[in-house]
């Protein structure tokens, strides 16, 4: 099963690195693996935590932002796939 893209990334805070996505289909849960694909970026990693107005939530759905911490840097554009278990 290929990798399911879910949004998209609309800005990052490289200080703290924390990337904000915007999910344009299905959803997104704590726990779940993304990749994240860019003209320079592409790696895999696991959702430890989602925040939405500095509130943690466990998940997310179609047509929502939430901020997410990222283990490499990222670039506004690149697109969030989920990757299938």
Known sequence: MADEEIGHITHY???IGV???EVTAGGLKV????????????FTQT???????HLQVPEIGKG???GLKVKEHVR??????????
């Not at 990749?35 to 970026?41: D, F, L, V, W």
């Not at 959702?47 to 107005?53: H, K, R, T």
């Open 64 to 66: 929502v932002s939430a």
């Open 31 to 42: 726990g779940e693996t993304i990749r994240i694909k860019g003209h320079t970026s592409d």
């Open 13 to 15: 805070f490289p200080k």
């Open 19 to 21: 990337a904000v996505i």
């Open 47 to 53: 959702v430890d935590s989602l925040q939405q107005e």
């Open 76 to 85: 506004e554009g690149d697109k969030v796939y989920k990757v299938a278990p």
